[in-house]
């Protein structure tokens, strides 16, 4: 498939918007992205206590609190880089930047100061290689992401989405200072989900894209093209959700959970394939919304089983025994 580039810079600094002398706690909390900061936190958490090496509470809690702080600190740089397009979509012009609330120096200043502090003491709390990743996921969502992939070419949630497939892998690594299998599978689990997920918000937000330039598929192919791009990826990835329900992290609650999720959303992709382009205006993409909603629900629900999973196994419930 080509890619198809768009020439328009970066313009963070030279979105010039009239700042407002007096910023609350919550627009600056607002940089942070905490929508997003919660499923950073989750997934972390998840690939944390599925690790079969204990971590004390206590080192927990600071090893969630320093990579909620580099989920935050990306999301405030982010916000730097991406001032100019944020102020044309609405579904992100409500940001502080574009509302005048903050100064994009101030993002950048933010995003800084948080990013060397969550790598810091995430190193010094557990071990120098869930720093590292830290810091990795931290490059790979603003240089590689932000900077490279969204403006330039439409792979760019399907590349870009390894930067949200990373929590877990660093909550393993916080507990175990080792690489292995499991996490993997939990960060394709993720990054598999990111495609059709935001596939289908391009889908009923596609405005949005072409008035930002944003090369998003929808934009550089088309809606037919994105509703069979969905199907592919949604078929790819129940077959490693259910398949991961075979593996050390899952178990029987998983694999019923992946089951149920898994024709779901199936389901609502093949009602998205079949979908007349011509009805789409008419229904007001109902179809689209109603998948990218249960999208939201189907991680979650997978990396909740996979928790509860986790936690069954001490007791010799979880697990295929």
């Not at 942070?32 to 958490?45: E, G, N, Q, S």
């Not at 590689?144 to 070419?153: G, I």
Request: proline share 6%; hydrophobic share 55%; net charge neutral.
């Amino acid at each position: 498939m080509s890619d198809i580039g768009y020439t328009s810079q970066p313009t963070a600094q030279a979105a010039s918007h009239a700042v407002e002398p007096e910023a609350s706690f919550g627009d600056f909390f607002a940089l942070l992205k905490p929508r997003v900061m919660t499923l950073v936190v989750f997934t972390a958490l998840v690939g944390m206590l599925a690790a079969p090496v204990p971590i004390h509470p206590f080192v927990g809690f600071c090893a969630i609190l320093f990579i909620a702080l580099g989920g935050g600190a990306s999301g405030a740089l982010n916000m730097w880089w991406d001032a100019d397009i944020d102020a044309v979509m609405r579904r992100t012009k409500g940001r502080p930047i574009p509302k005048g609330k903050v100064t994009p120096d101030e993002a950048l200043g933010i995003g800084v100061a948080l990013s060397g502090l969550s790598v810091i003491m995430l190193s010094l709390a557990t071990n120098w290689l869930a720093g590292g990743m830290l810091a990795f996921t931290i490059f790979f969502y603003i240089i590689v992401y932000t900077m490279w992939l969204k403006r330039s070419t439409p792979q760019n949630i399907v590349i870009g989405g390894a930067a949200g497939a990373f929590p877990p892998v660093i909550g393993w690594l916080a507990a175990t200072g080792s690489f292995a299998i499991e996490p993997w599978l939990m960060f394709l689990l993720t990054f598999m989900w990111t495609p059709p997920h935001f596939w289908a918000l391009a889908l009923f937000m596609r405005n949005d894209y072409d008035d930002a330039k944003v090369p998003m598929l929808t934009v550089t192919h088309g809606r037919r093209a994105t509703r069979v791009h969905i199907l592919v990826y949604t078929v790819l990835l129940a077959v490693l959700a259910i398949g991961t329900g075979f593996t050390a992290v899952g178990g029987p609650v998983y694999l019923a959970v992946a089951l149920v999720l898994n024709g779901l959303f199936l389901a609502g992709a093949i009602r998205i394939w079949r979908r007349d382009e011509t009805m789409s205006e008419a229904d007001d993409f109902r179809v689209e919304r109603r998948f990218f909603r249960l999208s939201l629900i189907y991680l979650a629900a997978h990396f909740a089983a996979i928790l509860v999973e986790a936690l069954l196994k001490p007791y010799g419930l979880g697990g295929w025994g």
